[in-house]
T-cell receptor
Framework: AQSVTQLGSHVSVSEGALVLLRCNYSSSVPPYLFWYVQYPNQGLQLLLKYTTGATLVKGINGFEAEFKKSETSFHLTKPSAHMSDAAEYFCAVSVSGGSYIPTFGRGTSLIVHP | ETGVTQSPTHLIKTRGQQVTLRCSSQSGHNTVSWYQQALGQGPQFIFQYYREEENGRGNFPPRFSGLQFPNYSSELNVNALELDDSALYLC??????????????FGPGTRLTVT
């Protein structure tokens, strides 16, 4: 079975600083990997996804993530944080053996200080 | 293209009651998944429906049941509500088409409070 670990339930950065949200996965077969963002009292919005091919994937709002198989990681980055980036971020993994039903991490709350 | 919609947005029920939540999937999608998101947690998979048949189920008791209709909309029913059922219930639609990477599109959720 697949699993996801998000390191750090809260990450605090200053506006304009680098954002780094960590995600490690466990899977015995090639995974599909996703990052979602959730604003208060809203559903989840897909930021980016990795399926196959290029290991550096770019998403919306200036976010990107790199799939590192050797490290079983899929960390999310953004060069310069904006106040509007403050939200909850979820990493998810899905595999063919699991009917591609995603397993989510517990989430990381991004706090952006002015 | 219409996105995923859910109704109602908020609901308050008493322990022991039954509740039905509704979801309309995005145009062109044939698969609906339901998730429970407790406060401060990630979404937990309840079950998935594909072409009106249950296609997978998470670790939830049988009092959680569902339906999918010919137009691919769906219902989540919860019987004998317990206090721990208080959560945000998310519906996600997707297409079982490899080109889509099985990407799920989420609705805004229904906030259920059980007192």
């Amino acid at each position: 079975a697949q699993s996801v670990t998000q390191l750090g339930s809260h990450v605090s950065v200053s506006e304009g600083a680098l954002v780094l949200l960590r995600c490690n996965y466990s899977s015995s077969v090639p995974p599909y990997l996703f990052w979602y963002v959730q604003y208060p009292n809203q559903g989840l919005q897909l930021l980016l996804k990795y399926t196959t091919g290029a290991t550096l994937v770019k998403g919306i709002n200036g976010f990107e993530a790199e799939f590192k198989k050797s490290e079983t990681s899929f960390h999310l980055t953004k060069p310069s944080a904006h106040m509007s980036d403050a939200a909850e971020y979820f990493c998810a993994v899905s595999v063919s053996g699991g009917s591609y039903i995603p397993t989510f991490g517990r989430g990381t709350s991004l706090i952006v200080h002015p | 293209e219409t996105g995923v919609t859910q109704s109602p947005t908020h609901l308050i029920k008493t322990r022991g009651q039954q509740v039905t939540l509704r979801c309309s999937s995005q145009s062109g999608h044939n698969t609906v998944s339901w998730y429970q998101q407790a406060l401060g947690q990630g979404p937990q998979f309840i079950f998935q429906y594909y072409r009106e048949e249950e296609n997978g189920r998470g670790n939830f008791p049988p009092r959680f049941s569902g339906l999918q209709f010919p137009n691919y909309s769906s219902e989540l029913n919860v019987n004998a509500l317990e206090l721990d059922d208080s959560a945000l219930y998310l519906c996600a639609s997707s297409s079982k088409d490899r080109r889509s990477s099985y990407e799920q599109y989420f609705g805004p959720g229904t906030r259920l409070t059980v007192t």
